[in-house]
């Protein structure tokens, strides 16, 4: 025989075991962005961080070594 057990105090909010953690990305500029994390019931921010986006920079290394290949293929 099985038996469910439910604990409730003043610190549960929300719908237990719907609740989510909802995760939103943007850029502040070029270089950075912002990951927010906030959980779905009770709108609380569980994470909040700023990071350098190195994607940005390698793309712009890529594109800047092509090029210069490129020109000195066209120039021998």
């Known amino acids: 025989m099985t038996t469910t057990n ?3 105090t ?3 909010t929300g719908n237990i075991g719907s609740c989510k953690a909802e995760n939103t990305t943007y850029d ?3 270089f950075y962005r912002q990951s927010i994390t906030v959980n779905s ?3 609380q ?3 909040d961080f700023k990071y350098f986006d190195w994607n940005t920079v390698i793309s712009i290394v890529i594109i ?3 090029f210069t290949i490129l020109q ?4 021998n």
């Open 41 to 43: 019931c009770s709108g």
């Open 72 to 75: 000195k293929i066209i120039h």
């Open 6 to 8: 439910v604990i409730s």
């Open 10 to 12: 003043p610190e549960i």
């Open 28 to 30: 502040i500029n070029s």
């Open 45 to 47: 921010v569980i994470s």
């Open 64 to 66: 800047v070594i092509f």
